[in-house]
């Protein structure tokens, strides 16, 4: 079986676990909690970090702490996972759906002007399976309308918009720790920014709402959205190594490359001139009415996948009978191929071969 993923554990997680676990802090307060929160966001080029118990409650975070809520609207792309926009949800906002960019498959910066209203509170921008969104028109949109970006960097620890790591570019950025990310804490997720008066609305919030210096005094509606120090000290672990991991992440996508670029009836995703990508995930396009076929093959052989998200406006508690036709049609043709950062060259052949001849005696 050649998993869609698999995290990469070494010993120095054990080890930073360990050294948690005999320090008995192993809840929501420890010195690997600081540390992470501070390396990390000083590896993404933030000044500050909000340590999360996952991706999801991160962005909640983000949207609360720049007090969103009933009555605004949050412009997201449609094509991204569910959590993005559930988080808009949470808040009580209304998520506003942009179509995709048909080249890098992040939400198109033409559809994001043409969305803003005098509700809109916010741009979420989504760095989908590992490549930048063209921030740059992005940014000089939200600069002249006054709106605050928030980024959902969950897939793209380390990709870069003109040098610039995403997460940190917009106002306020969030990441996942999830198994299946770059950097995995098993669940875990922070948020980023520059503003110290956004972090500490995040970390107040994060807490219960707890004052900071009368016990037990609750001054605010907060949620428990704390990471354990034991989570952190395996993120603290996957952090000294994850250029390594990034670098094999590229070699990946490099081979996929070579075993299926040019191939008839196979699209992979561009990267830009302007974007350093890390491929969380290796995606390809084949016709719609053989994609199902193609996974199902792959799975026979021993090889898992998984299809691209379903567009958000598609699913029941979003539609409104909306179309969004460059989202649905990589929707409906997309598949994440294995990507984890110890797949071998041998194993992509494998992968790029059978996916080659399927699709060639499809076209037959």
């Avoid at 554990?9 to 420890?30: C, F, H, L, N």
């Avoid at 970090?49 to 609360?64: D, K, R, Y």
């Avoid at 569910?82 to 080249?103: E, K, M, Q």
């Avoid at 990508?277 to 193609?294: E, F, G, H, K, Q």
Wanted: with cysteine; aromatic share 8%.
């Amino acid at each position: 079986m050649i998993p869609v993923y698999r995290p990469s554990i070494g010993p120095r997680e054990k080890q930073y676990v360990a050294e948690a676990m005999d320090s008995t802090w192993i809840s929501s307060r420890g010195a690997f909690l600081d540390r992470f929160e501070r390396e990390f966001a000083a590896w993404v080029g933030a000044a500050e970090g909000v340590a999360a118990a996952n991706g999801t409650v991160a962005l909640h975070l983000a949207f609360a702490a720049l007090g969103i809520g009933p009555g605004d609207e949050v412009i997201v792309p449609t094509l991204t996972y569910v959590a993005s926009v559930n988080a808009i949800a949470y808040t009580g906002a209304t998520p506003v759906f942009v179509d995709s960019d048909r080249h890098h498959w992040n939400l198109d910066p033409a559809a994001v002007e043409r969305a803003i209203t005098p509700r809109t509170r916010a741009i979420e921008v989504v760095h989908l399976y590992g490549h930048p969104a063209e921030m740059g028109p992005i940014l000089e949109i939200a600069q002249r309308h006054g709106i605050p970006i928030v980024e959902d960097a969950a897939e793209a620890h380390g990709a870069a918009y003109l040098g610039r790591k995403v997460g940190a570019i917009g106002t306020i950025g969030t990441f996942s720790f999830f198994g299946n990310k770059i950097i995995t804490t098993g669940e875990g997720g922070m948020v980023v920014t520059d503003d110290p008066a956004l972090a500490d609305r995040a970390r107040h919030l994060r807490g219960q709402g707890v004052s900071p210096t009368r016990t037990y005094w609750h001054d605010v509606l907060g949620f428990n959205y704390r990471m354990t120090n034991i989570a952190a000290a395996i993120g603290c672990a996957q952090l000294e190594r994850v250029d390594e991991t990034i670098a094999a992440k590229r070699r990946l996508a490099a081979w996929y490359r070579e075993e299926l670029d040019g191939v008839p009836g196979v699209g992979l995703q561009d990267e830009a001139p302007w974007a350093s990508a890390v491929s969380w995930m290796n995606c390809i396009l084949v016709p719609a009415a053989i994609r199902d076929d193609l996974m199902a093959h792959l799975a026979d052989a021993g090889v898992e996948t998984r299809p691209f998200f379903y567009p958000a406006h598609t699913l029941p508690m979003y539609a409104s009978g909306a179309r969004f036709p460059t989202a649905e049609g990589l929707a409906a043709s997309g598949i994440n191929l294995p990507s984890h950062p110890t797949l071998t060259r041998e194993e992509v052949a494998e992968v790029g071969g059978l996916v080659r001849r399927f699709v060639q005696s499809r076209a037959g």
